[in-house]
């Protein structure tokens, strides 16, 4: 084809620039070769090519997720397809915004009333395929119409609530000349677009009625979630909610909106939470929950349970997600968080005298601090012998830059991460929470790295985890990524272990070495991809050791060789009744088990009948300062 002639494909890369698109993640395939080409040709965008597409749909989130622009991925019809379901459910569950162009099989094969099971010859309907879990999935049907079609995705990805849109485009239509020609639009880089309705009344009388509930309340909570990025910027937040003056926490997506030193910030509560912030909330009368959509591992298992004496407004711009709190004590608001958060500020000081309660908070963070809990993932006998993980992630936050930026892959990486790293300045903290897929964690810094070329990137993974994209190591050597990889080998799947421990009468299946589960010699893998190693096996050592990881030039992995049953704690615990029923305590009542009379003070001698009943079962559940 001439490069004179202007074609669909050539519309494709015209709407990339048109958008301030500089980066797509991919891989060249039969079904998007023009695309590929196109985009190449006119140079203003840079296409990055990983070795697995799901890696490509994780790497495009890492971009996005930190920077609060479009990530872009570019995939080809049949297994290239496919294999992007994964990162496309991802990003559609944590709200990134992300814009997902796949090749196809010519318009004769992709026609409407197609009941064919395969097209041509790799073609599926890809579109049927995503539209379930996505905002919207779409297929060219024009290629005049390509560049309209690429824009107005890109825009409703963005808009709140973000999430994936999908755009198939059948290869003929990428070589097909256009009727018109491309206008030259400078490049506006499209952010976080936040919501276009107007909540106006909505805010009026949702605020009205949260005035009259804070003038009552003694013991309100503020708790902050990931929908607050839409159309706010992180020192902004902090500056509201300093204004605003209540105990504040934050869910696990959002624990980078605020310092970890400022004045309201009271941790992270949640199944795996700080246990003085989940005693906070469990003693609150009034709790404002914006933009998290309070999912089960922010309310643990039983809704009905937290912040039980409290009523609690919910804001969310998404009106399903309301509709899962059903009771008079639940407020639901639909609007925009940052919409709410900035009129709630404007307030000014409506609340009751709440310096009591604040020193109540002050206390419960003073008695229960957080690295205090975690010495016990280890038994007493064996702290010698082995590393713990938490105390890796707590000087590698201590020895971290002011802009460093952390992505983690899931279990020992996800748990030891979200607990232990205290988020500064411009520091940031992200993964894959809603469906936690294995793997997430090095393509998505890969993803990082691109976006903040100058930041340092620090991966935490495991091993187990590792090899589901293993292969990425490779894009990592080939583009000489400084990535910081911190691989902790706990032979296999630790919370699999666990969970088989706790509930299956401890027969372990196809979670560690001796039940089918294996990971290579990482030291050798570091040398074949040209990464720097460090080992840790030593808990002396922790200090050093990080410090020369950091400080290691290039790619580098720090292997660290923790115990294979490390606990992950505290944690809200489950344990199997006598029925084969599963019985978890209430959320404040974190294993390892304080005893009674702290967890009575803590709750102002408010007990919860579950944590009296379970501490009369010897051995039901760890206690602190006993046997694990």
Not at 224 to 243: K, Q, T
Not at 346 to 355: N, Q
Request: net charge negative; proline share 4%.
């Amino acid at each position: 084809m001439s490069e004179s002639v202007v074609t669909g494909a050539d519309a494709v890369a015209a709407a990339l620039e048109e958008l301030g698109v500089d980066i797509v993640f991919g891989i060249t395939g039969a079904g998007n070769l023009a695309i590929c080409d196109a985009i190449y040709r006119r140079g203003a965008t840079r296409l990055i090519f990983v070795h697995h597409e799901q890696a490509a749909l994780m790497a495009a989130q890492g971009l996005a997720r930190t920077t609060g622009r479009l990530g872009v991925a570019l995939v080809t019809t049949g297994g290239g397809s496919t294999n992007a379901l994964t990162g496309i459910v991802g990003a559609q569950m944590d709200s990134v915004p992300l814009l997902v162009l796949s090749g196809n099989e010519s318009s004769i094969h992709t026609s409407t009333d197609n009941e064919l099971r395969i097209w041509g010859v790799q073609g599926f309907d890809s579109r049927q395929v995503f539209a379930p879990v996505t905002k919207a999935a779409h297929r060219a049907r024009n290629a005049d119409q390509i560049r309209d079609l690429v824009v107005n995705s890109a825009r409703t990805a963005l808009e709140a609530r973000a999430g994936a849109v999908t755009i198939d485009i059948p290869m003929d239509l990428q070589r097909k000349p256009l009727s018109t020609t491309l206008a030259g639009s400078p490049a506006v880089p499209v952010l976080d677009l936040g919501s276009s309705v107007d909540y106006g009344d909505v805010l009026d009388s949702s605020l009205d009625r949260l005035t009259a509930a804070l003038r009552r309340s003694m013991r309100p909570v503020l708790l902050l979630g990931n929908g607050l990025r839409n159309g706010m910027d992180r020192p902004e937040i902090r500056s509201l909610v300093a204004d605003i003056g209540i105990p504040t926490l934050l869910s696990w997506s959002a624990i980078d909106l605020l310092d970890s030193s400022h004045a309201m910030n009271f941790g992270r509560s949640g199944i795996y939470g700080d246990r003085y912030s989940n005693m906070i909330v469990q003693n609150a009368d009034l709790v404002i929950a914006i933009g998290s959509r309070l999912a089960i591992p922010q309310l643990s298992y039983d809704p009905a349970d937290f912040a039980r004496d409290a009523q609690v407004f919910v804001v969310d711009v998404d009106g399903k997600e309301l509709e899962k709190f059903v009771g008079d004590r639940w407020v639901r608001v639909q609007a925009d968080a940052a919409q709410f958060l900035e009129q709630f500020a404007k307030l000014g000081p409506v609340a009751a005298d709440i310096d009591t309660w604040v020193r109540k908070c002050e206390q419960l963070r003073t008695d229960f601090p957080r690295r205090a809990q975690t010495i016990e993932a280890i038994p007493a006998a064996q702290r010698d012998q082995f590393v713990n993980s938490y105390d890796v992630v707590y000087e590698i936050s201590d020895q971290a830059g002011s802009d460093d930026i952390f992505v983690t892959d899931m279990g020992t990486g996800l748990l030891s991460g979200f607990y232990g790293l205290d988020v500064n300045e411009d520091q940031r903290l992200v993964t894959s929470l809603g469906l936690g897929e294995m793997g997430y964690g090095l393509p998505a810094a890969v993803g990082a790295q691109f976006a903040h070329p100058e930041a340092r990137v620090v991966c935490l993974n495991a091993d187990g985890g590792m090899m589901l994209n293993l292969q990425e190591l490779q894009t990592v050597a080939h583009h000489k990524l400084p990535i910081k990889l911190v691989v902790f080998s706990n032979d296999g799947y630790l919370m699999i272990k666990h969970s088989q421990r706790n509930l299956f009468d401890g027969r372990y299946v196809g979670s560690d070495l001796d039940s089918g589960v294996s990971c290579p010699d990482f030291s050798k893998l570091a040398d074949t991809f040209g990464f720097s190693y460090v080992g840790l096996s030593e808990q002396g050592d922790i200090s050093a050791k990080v410090a020369e990881f950091l400080a290691t030039d290039g790619p580098v992995l720090l292997e660290v060789f923790m115990h294979p049953e490390q606990l992950f704690i505290p944690r809200v615990g489950t344990l199997k009744g006598e029925n084969g029923t599963l019985i978890s305590p209430p959320l404040e009542d974190m294993i390892p088990l304080v005893s009674e009379a702290e967890l009575s003070a803590a709750m102002s001698g408010a007990l919860h009948p579950e944590s009296t009943r379970i501490r009369s079962v010897p051995g039901v559940l760890p206690v602190q300062g006993g046997k694990s």
